[in-house]
């Protein structure tokens, strides 16, 4: 149950993590299509 616990955050990391990464690269490509 432990390893199951920790492999499961591990696993919500990864998506939490890839989803902020897109998020902060389309808020980066929006702000330099407004500053342009």
Known sequence: MFYFNVY???FIGK???KFVI???TEFYRYALFVTL
Request: glycine letters at 0%; proline letters at 0%; zero cysteines.
């Open 15 to 17: 998506i939490v993590y």
């Open 8 to 10: 499961f955050r591990s």
């Open 22 to 24: 897109v998020y902060e």
